[in-house]
């Protein structure tokens, strides 16, 4: 109850009355109920008013008046106020039966026994709130309604990409950690009964709209951010399967960057710009060749984003051939790329040529800007219409002779457990042994190429040769690379910078398989296999746009130092039992922390994750 002023004019007189209000919920919403009038309140303080509401609200309520236990005077207009009132309200034997939703306006208080206040339903707030106010700034939910799907299905795309950058699960898992975070607060949704099912279905709706939905998140980012649009990084990656993934055609044995050749895989493909923003993406058989995807890529990109003449492509040695080369040059587009092996060779004169090397001034890593830079030294050449950097780095110097120290010793290791079985006569076939002789060849091809092994077919007799000049020229070599491009317009430093930028391409790869939980991969159905992996790009488009917009403030963190630090702000219900045997539950999030406050801020992100959400319900004084 609170007491509200109430000025009337007159015949050029102004009347003045006060009445007794309380709030109460009717079907139309929270409406204010006159309890009676007090008349001209004048010679009261207005500061006596508030006093005066709880005195009247606590009589009514049967509590015992301070005077009456201290045997002070009576109020005598207190007393005629109550008499009012009662006159006008139900007896005291008719219980009143509260709503069972009402809104406490902010006038309104309430009698509330401290001794049984409490909260309930904690629910982790800050990082699904940062997560889903990005969603909404990327224009997800209008982009995922022009390609028809239903306001279920965008709600659970929704949970589902949240939950792959926030604590990624499976299908089994997700609900339960859905129901244990504020998304339903936040999306003003019921998930009490979501099940696996349910998302196993928005996957396969999602399917085909991959590629609709990739495009129009690109243009709305590039709008957004103002990002550029003439380097294009591409790079490759694969990922791993648990089970026989026998449903899908592309899984399929090949070489594995995760290490794990005894499982079968997919091959992805990525394209980024130089900001880190993802482009497009697309999924290939396990057995791929990486030079054979970068046509494809090419088409995709056509279609989808558009290539704009006089763009560049980045690509690694990988996919550096010469027919990769022409097919980049025919579309008009210029071409930066890491030389191979054989090329690199020779210009080992070039490289040990001291004179014309100059010191590349690094920049401090986005993400890390005290740590340690290695020093690089480049040099430029032309040769026709192809320019060509020769760039040296001590600290890769060392790394190389380092994992070709490593794998050499490994190499004879089993060269000499091949030698010991032949000679005990375990391998006698000479074709047995050279097919021994391959596999050793294929898994250590770093340093297989500096020994002759060679097995003869009429004794069976197996030898080994090092070449000891190659190997020499491989450790002159070792700590440089040679970067070619059609582009003259760049200086040598400029040339190591934009072939820098490949990393970009290298760190969403280890963004997508560590945080994100891309791998392994649990699906067997080549359309869900594709759409988890759309569901990682999705969430590292949430990732980059959160570290983009941190960054732009010069803020140098990740998104998992910002995850873990945003995972104190929690959504609870505060349960407050009245004196009048009624409770009130407010819903809402806690007070966030310095540090919460500080995130919030620099993302653009309301301090507020949900409006106060009020319900009043009937209780006893044992409840």
């Known amino acids: 109850m609170y007491i509200r002023r109430s000025v009337r004019r007159y015949k050029g007189k102004t009347y003045t009355n006060y009445v007794l209000v309380e709030s109460v919920q009717t079907p139309d919403g929270p409406r204010q109920k006159t309890i009676c009038s007090l008349g001209d309140l004048s010679p009261r303080p207005r500061q006596q008013w508030l006093d005066l509401a709880h005195k009247l609200e606590h009589a009514l309520a049967g509590q015992g008046s301070l005077w009456e236990g201290a045997g002070l005077p009576r109020d005598s207009e207190l007393d005629g ?85 926030i604590e990624p699960a499976s299908e089994h898992a997700t609900p339960a950690w859905v129901r244990r975070t504020a998304l339903s607060d936040i999306l003003g949704a019921n998930f009490d009964g979501l099940s696996e099912d349910a998302l196993y279905r928005v996957l396969d709706k999602l399917y085909p709209h991959r590629a609709a939905i990739e495009t129009a998140l690109v243009e709305r980012e590039r709008n957004l951010f103002n990002l550029d649009r003439t380097i294009y990084l591409y790079d490759l990656s694969s990922t791993y399967f648990e089970g026989v993934a026998a449903a899908n055609g592309k899984a399929r044995r090949g070489h594995s960057r995760d290490h794990r050749n005894d499982c079968k895989q997919v091959v992805i493909g990525l394209v980024v710009n130089r900001e880190g923003f993802p482009i497009a993406h697309e999924v290939f058989s396990g057995n791929t060749q990486d030079g054979k995807t970068l046509g494809t890529m090419l088409n995709l990109l056509e279609q989808r984003v558009g290539l704009p003449e006089g763009s560049t492509v980045v690509v690694d040695r990988g996919m550096s051939s010469d027919e990769n080369i022409a097919e980049i040059k025919a579309r008009k587009l210029h071409y930066l790329v890491a030389s191979r092996q054989p090329e690199r060779t020779r210009w080992l004169a070039e490289f040990e040529d001291p004179e014309g090397f100059t010191e590349v001034r690094r920049q401090p890593s986005p993400r890390n800007p005290a740590q340690k830079k290695t020093r690089i030294a480049v040099k430029m050449q032309c040769a026709g219409d192809v320019t060509y950097v020769l760039c040296r780095s001590e600290q890769r110097s060392d790394k190389d002779r380092a994992i070709r120290t490593k794998q050499e010793g490994r190499l004879l290791a089993d060269l000499d457990r091949l030698s010991r079985r032949v000679s005990a006569g375990r391998l006698k076939r000479p074709g047995k042994i050279a097919e021994a002789i391959g596999r050793l060849k294929e898994r250590y091809p770093r340093v297989a190429r500096y020994y002759e092994l060679a097995v003869d077919p009429n004794t069976a007799q197996f030898s080994a040769t090092l070449k000891e000049e190659e190997r020499a020229k491989a450790a002159q070599l070792d700590g440089c690379y040679l970067i070619k491009t059609d582009r003259r317009d760049l200086s040598a430093d400029d040339c190591w910078r934009v072939y820098a930028l490949l990393t970009r391409a290298e760190d969403a790869f280890r963004d997508m398989k560590t945080p994100l939980a891309e791998r392994p991969i649990y699906h067997q159905k080549e359309r869900r296999v594709d759409t988890h992996i759309f569901l990682c790009v999705l969430a590292f488009h949430l990732l980059v746009a959160i570290e983009k917009t941190l960054l732009d403030r010069g803020v140098h963190t990740s998104w998992a130092s910002v995850r873990n630090a945003l995972k104190t702000h929690q959504i609870c219900t505060i349960v407050l039992p009245t004196s009048a045997g009624q409770t009130l539950r407010i819903r809402k999030a806690a007070t966030p922390e310095r540090e919460v406050v500080e995130l919030y801020h620099l993302l653009g992100v309301p301090n507020q994750v949900i409006k106060p959400i009020t319900r009043w319900s009937d209780s006893h004084p044992s409840d």
Request: aromatic letters at 6%.
């Open 81 to 165: 106020m109550l008499e009012k009132i009662r006159s006008r309200r139900p007896s005291p034997g008719r219980r009143r039966t509260a709503p069972a939703a009402a809104t406490v306006t902010e006038d309104e208080y309430v009698a509330v026994d401290p001794r049984r206040v409490s909260t309930e339903q904690h629910r982790e707030a800050g990082p699904v709130h940062v997560g889903y106010q990005f969603w909404n700034r990327l224009g997800l939910y209008d982009i995922l309604c022009e390609v028809g799907l239903s306001a279920g299905t965008r709600q659970l795309t929704c949970a589902s990409v949240l939950n792959r950058l």
